[in-house]
């Protein structure tokens, strides 16, 4: 039976970006049945969620549950955890790191504290979200690396860092901002929606895509005539998150009018 989910699954997403995602997911929920106990999945973006939860829907006895840490957090751990493990599961396996550098002389971003971290061998899924202050960053990771971390993460780029253990309660919840557009579009395009929401032409919009820069509901962005519809978000590296919240219909001049929410 598990098989059959299994490969039902595999099947489903095969040939997509969540094809590797879903086979270690259906993997870890195969487990739990056997064992009839729990397991916790690396750190998934909101895509990998979204499979973990249909994974989950798939294998009869077992429900997922999910953290990242605190509230607000977007990347997260699944936990799948069988109906007749009789105890409770002792958490999910994370810690909080802070790295602090001299904030007068350098300023560094996500990017650079993620091309640190990959660069002393961390995998991605093993790295919850990073959190860029202007002399430090929080650093949520699988606490197998905790020590691993404290030891060797010592420079980020050229910039000397002291690190240390804090709680996850040092965390406060995201408090994102948000702006909302209402435009007209051409059409729902993937570069005209984005073009509308980020504030440039189609044309640039369009190479961003071509560049890989852009991802509609955490996935890369392939073409830019892809299709968008109402509740889809695309985020753009660099630039944020941008949700379509209402297609409103088409105006006297046949354009479509359309409410965007761009989280700043």
């Known amino acids: 039976m598990a098989n059959e989910q299994k490969d039902k699954l595999i099947r489903f997403y095969k040939g997509t970006e969540g094809e590797e995602i879903v086979a270690r997911l259906a993997d870890l929920a195969e487990a739990v049945q056997k064992s009839r106990k729990f397991r916790i999945s690396g750190f998934l973006d909101p895509f990998g969620q979204e499979i973990a939860e249909t994974v989950a829907s798939n294998f009869p006895g077992i429900r997922v549950d999910f953290s990242g840490g605190y509230q607000g957090a977007e990347r997260a751990r699944a936990m799948y955890v069988h109906e007749d493990f009789p105890g409770t599961p002792a958490g999910f396996d994370m810690d909080c790191l802070l790295a602090k550098w001299n904030g007068q002389f350098a300023r560094l971003s996500h990017r650079d504290v993620l091309g640190a971290l990959m660069s002393l061998g961390i995998e991605r899924d093993c790295l919850g ?42 965390i406060a919840p995201k408090e994102e901002r948000c702006k909302e557009i209402r435009a007209t579009v051409a059409s729902l395009r993937a570069d005209a929606i984005a073009a509308a929401g980020f504030g440039f032409s189609r044309s640039r919009a369009a190479a961003d895509i071509a560049a890989d820069k852009l991802k509609l509901n955490w996935q890369q962005v392939r073409n830019a005539s892809q299709s968008v519809k109402e509740g889809d978000v695309l985020s753009m590296r660099g630039r944020g998150r941008l949700e379509v919240a209402e297609i409103r219909g088409t105006t006297k001049k046949g354009r479509i009018a359309v409410v965007l929410k761009r989280y700043l």
Not at 158 to 169: H, I, P, R, Y
């Open 129 to 170: 979200d990073i959190l860029v202050a202007a002399d430090s960053v929080r650093i949520i990771c699988d606490s197998r690396q905790t020590d691993y971390l404290l030891l060797n993460l010592t420079e980020i780029g050229a910039v000397g860092v002291s690190c240390e253990k804090v709680g996850l309660d040092t």
